[in-house]
T-cell receptor, first 111, second 118 residues
Protein backbone atom coordinates (compact mmCIF):
# COMPACT_ATOMS: atom_id res chain seq x y z
CA UNK A 1 0.00 0.00 0.00
CA UNK A 2 1.07 3.58 -0.47
CA UNK A 3 1.43 5.91 2.46
CA UNK A 4 1.28 9.32 0.87
CA UNK A 5 -1.22 10.92 -1.40
CA UNK A 6 -0.21 13.75 -3.68
CA UNK A 7 -2.42 16.54 -4.84
CA UNK A 8 -3.00 17.46 -7.60
CA UNK A 9 -2.55 14.31 -9.66
CA UNK A 10 -1.55 16.44 -12.63
CA UNK A 11 -0.49 20.06 -13.05
CA UNK A 12 0.09 22.06 -16.22
CA UNK A 13 1.69 25.51 -16.01
CA UNK A 14 3.57 28.02 -18.15
CA UNK A 15 7.32 28.39 -17.94
CA UNK A 16 8.23 30.97 -15.30
CA UNK A 17 5.23 30.22 -13.08
CA UNK A 18 5.49 28.55 -9.70
CA UNK A 19 4.33 24.97 -9.17
CA UNK A 20 2.98 23.74 -5.86
CA UNK A 21 2.39 20.10 -5.02
CA UNK A 22 0.95 18.74 -1.81
CA UNK A 23 1.38 15.47 -0.01
CA UNK A 24 -0.58 13.96 2.85
CA UNK A 25 0.39 10.90 4.85
CA UNK A 26 -1.19 8.73 7.50
CA UNK A 27 1.24 7.73 10.24
CA UNK A 28 4.01 9.34 12.27
CA UNK A 29 7.20 9.79 10.30
CA UNK A 30 10.95 10.16 10.80
CA UNK A 31 11.38 12.14 7.62
CA UNK A 32 9.69 13.04 4.36
CA UNK A 33 11.44 13.18 1.02
CA UNK A 34 10.59 14.40 -2.44
CA UNK A 35 11.76 12.61 -5.57
CA UNK A 36 11.54 13.38 -9.25
CA UNK A 37 11.12 10.90 -12.09
CA UNK A 38 11.48 11.55 -15.79
CA UNK A 39 9.48 9.26 -18.03
CA UNK A 40 10.78 5.70 -18.03
CA UNK A 41 13.68 6.45 -15.72
CA UNK A 42 14.60 5.86 -12.10
CA UNK A 43 13.81 8.32 -9.35
CA UNK A 44 16.14 11.12 -8.32
CA UNK A 45 16.20 12.45 -4.77
CA UNK A 46 15.42 16.17 -4.49
CA UNK A 47 15.17 17.08 -0.83
CA UNK A 48 14.66 15.55 2.62
CA UNK A 49 12.95 17.20 5.57
CA UNK A 50 13.04 15.68 9.05
CA UNK A 51 10.05 15.46 11.34
CA UNK A 52 11.42 18.20 13.62
CA UNK A 53 11.89 20.64 10.71
CA UNK A 54 9.18 22.88 9.29
CA UNK A 55 10.74 24.31 6.14
CA UNK A 56 13.70 23.61 3.93
CA UNK A 57 15.12 25.20 0.77
CA UNK A 58 17.30 23.89 -1.99
CA UNK A 59 17.83 26.11 -5.01
CA UNK A 60 14.40 26.72 -6.58
CA UNK A 61 12.77 24.16 -4.28
CA UNK A 62 11.00 24.92 -1.04
CA UNK A 63 9.52 22.18 1.11
CA UNK A 64 7.27 22.64 4.13
CA UNK A 65 6.18 20.04 6.64
CA UNK A 66 3.23 20.22 9.03
CA UNK A 67 3.31 17.15 11.24
CA UNK A 68 0.10 18.15 13.03
CA UNK A 69 -1.76 17.97 9.73
CA UNK A 70 0.40 15.15 8.38
CA UNK A 71 1.05 17.10 5.22
CA UNK A 72 3.88 18.55 3.17
CA UNK A 73 4.17 20.82 0.16
CA UNK A 74 6.79 21.19 -2.53
CA UNK A 75 7.12 24.54 -4.27
CA UNK A 76 9.14 24.89 -7.46
CA UNK A 77 9.72 28.54 -8.26
CA UNK A 78 10.30 30.00 -11.72
CA UNK A 79 9.57 26.69 -13.41
CA UNK A 80 11.34 25.62 -16.59
CA UNK A 81 10.33 23.22 -19.35
CA UNK A 82 13.03 20.88 -18.03
CA UNK A 83 11.09 20.58 -14.75
CA UNK A 84 8.48 18.51 -16.60
CA UNK A 85 8.42 15.19 -14.72
CA UNK A 86 6.56 13.23 -12.07
CA UNK A 87 7.15 14.24 -8.46
CA UNK A 88 6.70 11.82 -5.56
CA UNK A 89 6.67 12.33 -1.85
CA UNK A 90 8.06 9.49 0.23
CA UNK A 91 7.89 8.89 3.93
CA UNK A 92 9.85 6.85 6.39
CA UNK A 93 7.46 6.16 9.22
CA UNK A 94 8.56 5.68 12.80
CA UNK A 95 9.19 2.09 13.82
CA UNK A 96 10.12 1.02 10.31
CA UNK A 97 12.96 1.80 7.98
CA UNK A 98 11.39 1.34 4.59
CA UNK A 99 10.50 4.37 2.49
CA UNK A 100 6.95 4.45 1.16
CA UNK A 101 5.97 6.47 -1.90
CA UNK A 102 2.80 8.22 -2.89
CA UNK A 103 1.16 8.06 -6.32
CA UNK A 104 2.84 11.25 -7.54
CA UNK A 105 2.01 14.53 -9.24
CA UNK A 106 2.61 14.80 -12.97
CA UNK A 107 3.95 18.27 -13.76
CA UNK A 108 3.98 19.64 -17.28
CA UNK A 109 5.70 22.96 -17.87
CA UNK A 110 4.89 24.58 -21.19
CA UNK A 111 7.62 26.60 -22.90
CA UNK B 1 29.75 5.55 -13.36
CA UNK B 2 29.36 4.35 -9.78
CA UNK B 3 25.58 4.66 -9.53
CA UNK B 4 23.04 1.87 -9.10
CA UNK B 5 22.89 -0.36 -12.13
CA UNK B 6 20.17 -2.81 -13.10
CA UNK B 7 20.22 -5.54 -15.67
CA UNK B 8 18.48 -6.12 -17.98
CA UNK B 9 16.80 -2.82 -18.89
CA UNK B 10 13.97 -4.63 -20.61
CA UNK B 11 12.65 -8.18 -20.36
CA UNK B 12 9.87 -9.72 -22.41
CA UNK B 13 8.74 -13.14 -21.35
CA UNK B 14 5.85 -15.52 -21.82
CA UNK B 15 3.43 -16.26 -19.05
CA UNK B 16 4.64 -19.13 -16.87
CA UNK B 17 8.34 -18.51 -17.45
CA UNK B 18 10.80 -17.59 -14.70
CA UNK B 19 12.76 -14.34 -14.82
CA UNK B 20 15.66 -13.01 -12.79
CA UNK B 21 16.79 -9.42 -12.46
CA UNK B 22 20.07 -8.15 -11.09
CA UNK B 23 20.89 -4.99 -9.16
CA UNK B 24 24.36 -3.66 -8.39
CA UNK B 25 24.11 -0.98 -5.70
CA UNK B 26 26.58 1.80 -5.01
CA UNK B 27 29.55 -0.08 -3.63
CA UNK B 28 29.66 1.27 -0.08
CA UNK B 29 25.89 1.19 0.45
CA UNK B 30 24.70 -1.35 2.97
CA UNK B 31 20.96 -1.08 2.31
CA UNK B 32 19.25 -2.28 -0.84
CA UNK B 33 15.60 -2.00 -1.77
CA UNK B 34 13.37 -3.45 -4.45
CA UNK B 35 10.27 -1.60 -5.62
CA UNK B 36 7.70 -2.26 -8.33
CA UNK B 37 6.06 0.52 -10.32
CA UNK B 38 3.16 0.38 -12.73
CA UNK B 39 2.15 3.12 -15.12
CA UNK B 40 0.81 6.19 -13.37
CA UNK B 41 1.58 4.92 -9.89
CA UNK B 42 4.33 5.49 -7.37
CA UNK B 43 6.91 2.84 -6.52
CA UNK B 44 5.48 0.04 -4.39
CA UNK B 45 7.77 -1.43 -1.75
CA UNK B 46 8.67 -5.11 -2.23
CA UNK B 47 11.58 -5.91 0.06
CA UNK B 48 14.81 -4.60 1.51
CA UNK B 49 18.16 -5.83 2.73
CA UNK B 50 20.65 -4.55 5.21
CA UNK B 51 23.94 -6.09 4.13
CA UNK B 52 23.01 -9.70 3.28
CA UNK B 53 20.03 -9.91 5.65
CA UNK B 54 16.54 -9.56 4.19
CA UNK B 55 14.83 -7.49 6.88
CA UNK B 56 11.37 -7.00 5.47
CA UNK B 57 9.22 -8.37 2.71
CA UNK B 58 5.94 -6.87 1.61
CA UNK B 59 2.84 -8.89 2.37
CA UNK B 60 1.81 -8.13 -1.20
CA UNK B 61 4.70 -10.24 -2.43
CA UNK B 62 3.57 -13.72 -3.34
CA UNK B 63 5.62 -16.87 -2.89
CA UNK B 64 6.56 -16.63 -6.55
CA UNK B 65 8.88 -13.73 -5.73
CA UNK B 66 12.23 -14.24 -4.07
CA UNK B 67 15.16 -11.94 -3.55
CA UNK B 68 18.70 -12.56 -2.44
CA UNK B 69 21.73 -10.50 -1.63
CA UNK B 70 24.62 -12.88 -1.18
CA UNK B 71 27.67 -11.36 0.49
CA UNK B 72 25.84 -8.09 0.89
CA UNK B 73 26.79 -6.79 -2.53
CA UNK B 74 24.62 -7.28 -5.64
CA UNK B 75 21.06 -8.52 -5.37
CA UNK B 76 18.81 -10.65 -7.54
CA UNK B 77 15.03 -10.67 -7.75
CA UNK B 78 13.45 -13.79 -9.22
CA UNK B 79 9.86 -14.17 -10.30
CA UNK B 80 8.71 -17.72 -10.89
CA UNK B 81 5.78 -18.71 -13.10
CA UNK B 82 5.24 -15.15 -14.30
CA UNK B 83 1.73 -13.81 -14.75
CA UNK B 84 0.52 -10.90 -16.87
CA UNK B 85 -0.11 -8.94 -13.69
CA UNK B 86 3.63 -9.03 -12.98
CA UNK B 87 4.23 -6.66 -15.88
CA UNK B 88 5.77 -3.54 -14.36
CA UNK B 89 8.99 -1.59 -13.88
CA UNK B 90 11.13 -3.17 -11.18
CA UNK B 91 13.29 -0.59 -9.45
CA UNK B 92 16.28 -1.13 -7.23
CA UNK B 93 17.58 1.47 -4.82
CA UNK B 94 20.42 1.62 -2.32
CA UNK B 95 21.33 3.77 0.63
CA UNK B 96 23.95 4.03 3.34
CA UNK B 97 23.01 3.49 6.96
CA UNK B 98 25.62 5.17 9.13
CA UNK B 99 26.42 3.65 12.50
CA UNK B 100 23.45 3.33 14.80
CA UNK B 101 21.39 6.07 13.14
CA UNK B 102 18.03 4.47 12.68
CA UNK B 103 16.51 6.75 10.11
CA UNK B 104 16.98 6.29 6.43
CA UNK B 105 18.74 8.73 4.23
CA UNK B 106 18.06 9.36 0.58
CA UNK B 107 17.68 6.49 -1.80
CA UNK B 108 19.69 6.20 -4.99
CA UNK B 109 17.71 4.49 -7.73
CA UNK B 110 18.73 2.52 -10.76
CA UNK B 111 17.00 3.00 -14.10
CA UNK B 112 14.86 -0.08 -13.55
CA UNK B 113 14.01 -3.26 -15.42
CA UNK B 114 10.83 -3.07 -17.49
CA UNK B 115 9.11 -6.47 -17.47
CA UNK B 116 6.47 -7.37 -20.01
CA UNK B 117 4.68 -10.68 -19.58
CA UNK B 118 2.84 -11.82 -22.71
Amino acid sequence: SQQGEEDPQALSIQEGENATMNCSYKTSINNLQWYRQNSGRGLVHLILIRSNEREKHSGRLRVTLDTSKKSSSLLITASRAADTASYFCATEHTGGFKTIFGAGTRLFVKA
Amino acid sequence: DTGVSQDPRHKITKRGQNVTFRCDPISEHNRLYWYRQTLGQGPEFLTYFQNEAQLEKSRLLSDRFSAERPKGSFSTLEIQRTEQGDSAMYLCASSLLLGSVATNEKLFFGSGTQLSVL
